[in-house]
């Protein structure tokens, strides 16, 4: 158990040796009480002063001390400190003999094992309690514990003008009453201690500094006072004093809850001597080194409000932060009221400007039991004359007094500012919010509770305050604007509206990113093809923010161009990353935002689904693989070689094709649904996995099962999802036919074609049609190569005609002269149809033409 520091030789509990005239010093009384109010020590001090041996009071309650009348209330003020760490009262406790004991206490917090406190409680001894002298004191030793016969330290000796040399009828005081008045009156912390080392006197300083009176410490050492290391190094130094080591320095102090050198203190240790040059006491004096001590604590509270202030991407919250650091270490109120428009430009005018300012308190700040002039988020008007204007306009703080003619007109105007001024604000500063060449808004900070006024440092601290909170403010803003502006680019680059098609029904989700680093480049996309097929793109773009939103776009179109021209998925995905190359190279240079601007390490996905054949052909680029959900409900990833990211150069791609059941289900992803903090990848794609495999009756429920099942919180990377059920375009909507490289076959054509919308109900549609078949079979016969293959392919509204054969020649409009004989077939083409283009495959190609059927027609 932890005690008091003893001097060298001294037992625990006995009284401290003195190198005065011998005698046995009376001893402090000390006890330990633990949480629960046992007595846990009892100290030689505290059986002279009260009669009970240890063995009778440790293991008790303490109440039991009390005098009978004086329990209750004593035991309320025990439990009011119950919060504090130290507490001092005059307590009637109640001697073994049944008398009634008065005396001042003193408790200290301390640890005992662990995390356990306990209350240790002194009391001097000297003194006669209920006018009776204890045993063992001398009976003419003064209340602070002087030896009979001898003058207390440091106090007079007969209080009267005539102890000094005054000037006859001068009315001056004599010097004995004006050192008295000295003592008590320094500015210093000034205290004596007798040869004991136990305080005999203290001036107002020392009271103060501690919070306690001087007959509450008088008779205890100043480690009983103040426990803390100073105290035990300052008793030493005093020790050392009365053994003649002569004066000694300490820059320290100590303080109510115990302080050390860092708090600015300087403190002296001199010796008291008498005439004769024995040393009769030590008087301590210390003051506070109170300019360096206020830079100190200047550059300590700057120093944490680097880390207290721009906390979040709150504008709010980084103003509340600014007044709860400001408040109660630089001022006793604090309030920041934000423009609603930040002003930018122009430099600071020593006008005021023409008209009110409109803000709004954003965040407001007192010292407990002071309610602010106006809550948080209350509009807030200052007129043109104000301080505040004034200072907005200069664009630098100032300082007022409450007397100020400025601080008065404001109050004759604003009654925010009358409310300021009546709760006895005496001290005003109005500092401007300003970053990067915008002005934010105002601090006002004031002074009620603290005497002292602002000066010139405090408004310096509260302009760097202010500055860290602005530049955190304009940040936030600058952050939100950006952002915003890049969700706005990023929404209008992901497709609007999914596009009518009959091959697949299709969902999608897209989720931008939760944390400060904005919305990244993921993006998907549905691209109806020839032949009533359908690809489907979906893609990560490396980084975040507006230019990874641009390269995204850059990439989206160039993938939409690409699959316009009917390439396989590798040879899109080579030419994509060919076009990634070009992009970086053109950004210039090889650093990072070169390349993440450019879209180097770019994942990309791409199928192409066909309802004729039911097969998918995919290719990726270091994109994460589909999964395939078969109707009766299996999972599993489709196999499709990695493939490197784009941007890489020189490496190969690689097609694969599956066939995929009628009602099959594909999931194409990026990989933020897959990177969530709260669990590892096998435990996301099991998650992924079931969410796939429930039945439901939509896709939208389908990824919001899927979202809902992966993610905990908001992603900390973009989402992409494209969900697709496939259909099938069976044998009765296809019809083809295999014709002879003969020019004759073309009337045969245009029967087949003919008789064939007959049976489909489109005989609307057969002039054009005849047409079509007509020039897209001749031409193959004219400059192609068998075999040769007429198909009609009939598609909800769209009736689409293909002509394939060997030859990888593809035919080109061109506009005829007017004697020309050919050449205006394909324009013909062109002219009727809705679209039309080339398709090569491996061996030939396929030239087809789509049409547009009328809203009546069967489909």
């Not at 375009?729 to 008789?755: G, I, M, N, Q």
């Amino acid at each position: 158990m932890e005690r008091l520091p003893t001097h060298p030789g001294e037992r625990p509990h006995e009284s401290d040796a003195s190198p005065g005239p011998a005698r046995t010093a009376p001893p402090t009384a000390t006890a330990a009480v633990d949480a629960r109010g046992i007595v846990t020590e009892w100290s030689e001090g505290a059986r002279q002063l009260l009669g009970y041996p240890p063995s009778e009071v440790v293991g008790q309650p303490a109440a039991r001390l009390l005098a009978d009348d004086a329990g209750a209330a004593s035991a309320e003020a025990l439990r009011d400190a119950a919060g504090q760490e130290r507490w001092s009262g005059t307590v009637a406790l109640r001697h073994r003999d049944g008398r009634r004991v008065r005396r001042e206490l003193l408790a200290h917090r301390r640890m005992a094992d662990g995390p356990v406190t306990e209350w240790l409680v002194v009391s001097a001894v000297t003194g006669a309690p209920e006018g009776e002298t204890p045993a063992g004191t001398p009976g003419g030793e003064a209340a602070g514990g002087a030896t009979s016969g001898s003058e207390a330290p440091g106090s007079e000796s007969s209080g009267s003008e005539s102890s000094g040399s005054g000037t006859p009828g001068s009315g001056t005081p004599g010097s004995g009453l004006l050192g008295e008045w000295a003592f008590l009156q320094s500015p210093c912390v000034l205290a004596v201690f007798d040869t004991d080392l136990r305080l005999v006197r203290a001036n107002a300083g020392m009271e103060q500094v501690l919070s306690l009176t001087e007959d509450q410490m008088r008779g205890l050492r100043l480690p009983e006072i103040v426990p803390h290391p100073v105290s035990d190094e300052a008793e030493a130094k005093m020790r050392r004093v009365l053994e003649g080591g002569g004066p000694q320095h300490l820059r320290a102090g100590a303080g109510p809850a115990g302080t050390g050198a860092e708090d600015g203190w300087s403190t002296s240790l001199v010796p008291l001597k008498d005439p004769a040059g024995r040393v009769r006491a030590v008087c301590l004096a210390a003051h506070q080194r109170l300019q360096e001590h206020l830079a100190r604590q200047r550059m300590l509270l700057l120093s944490e409000a680097s880390a207290s202030i721009g906390t979040t991407a709150d504008s709010g919250r980084t103003a509340q932060e600014l007044a709860d650091i400001a408040v109660p270490r630089l001022a006793d109120f604090a309030a920041v009221d934000l423009l609603d428009a930040p002003r930018h430009g122009g430099e600071p005018s020593p006008a005021a400007p023409a008209g009110p300012l409109a803000m709004t308190r954003t965040a407001v700040r007192s010292v407990p039991g002071d309610g602010p002039p106006a809550a948080a988020g209350a509009k807030t008007r200052y007129p043109a004359l104000s301080p505040v204007a004034r200072c907005l306009a200069q664009g630098h703080g100032a300082l007022y007094d409450a007397a100020e003619p400025d601080l008065v007109r404001w109050a004759r105007q604003d009654p925010e500012a009358a409310r300021l001024l009546g709760s006895g604000t005496h001290s005003v500063m109005v500092v401007p919010m300003r970053a990067h060449g915008a002005t934010l808004g105002v601090a006002l900070f004031g002074r009620h509770r603290r005497a002292e006024p602002f000066e010139a440092d405090d408004l310096w601290l509260a302009e760097e305050l202010t500055a860290k909170a602005a530049v955190s403010i304009h940040t936030t803003r600058r952050d939100s604007r950006e952002h915003t502006s890049t969700m706005t680019l990023q929404r209008s680059l992901l497709p609007q509206t999914l596009p009518d098609q009959g091959a697949l029904d299709i969902a999608t989700r897209y989720l931008p990113a939760g944390t400060r680093a904005g919305v990244g480049g993921d993006w998907f996309d549905v691209i109806p093809l020839s032949g009533a097929r359908v690809a489907l793109v979906v893609g990560d773009v490396v980084g975040h923010g507006i230019r990874a939103s641009a390269t995204m776009g850059r990439l989206r179109t160039a993938v939409r161009t690409l699959a316009d021209v009917d390439l396989p998925p590798d040879e899109l995905l080579t030419h994509l990353d060919d076009l990634v190359l070009r992009l970086s190279a053109d950004e210039g240079g090889t650093d990072g935002a070169a390349e993440s601007a450019g879209g180097i390490g770019t994942t990309c996905l791409y199928a192409v689904y066909d309802p004729v054949s039911r097969r998918c052909a995919l290719a990726r680029a270091g994109h994460p693989p589909p999964a395939a959900v078969t109707p009766d409900g299996a999972v599993r990833f489709l196999d499709v070689p990695a493939g490197p990211p784009l941007g890489l150069g020189g490496l190969p791609f690689e097609t694969v094709e599956t066939e995929l059941p009628e009602g099959s289900l594909l999931a194409l992803y990026t990989d933020g649904l897959l990177a969530a903090r709260d669990h590892d990848i096998d435990e996301a794609l099991d998650k992924m996995f079931a969410a796939l495999a429930r039945p439901a009756k939509t896709l939208d429920t389908v990824c919001d099962r899927v979202l809902t099942a992966m993610l905990t919180h908001r992603p900390d990377d973009d989402i992409a999802l494209l969900v697709a059920r496939t259909r099938v375009l069976h044998a009765d909507r296809v019809a083809a036919w295999d014709l002879a490289s003969d020019p004759a076959v073309v009337a045969r054509a245009r029967k087949h074609a003919t008789e064939q919308l007959t049976a489909w109900g489109l005989d609307d549609a057969a002039f054009i049609t005849e047409l079509t078949v007509s020039e897209l079979v001749t031409n193959a016969i004219r400059y192609g190569r068998p075999p040769i293959q007429l198909r009609l392919i009939h598609e909800d509204s769209t009736l689409t005609c293909e002509v394939f054969d060997s030859s990888s020649t593809a035919p080109h409009m061109r506009r005829a002269r007017t004697f020309d004989e050919g050449g205006r077939g394909l324009l013909l083409v062109g002219q009727l149809a809705r679209r039309w283009g080339t398709r090569h495959a491996l061996t030939g190609k396929t030239v087809w033409a789509e049409q547009s059927l009328s809203p009546g027609s069967p489909g």
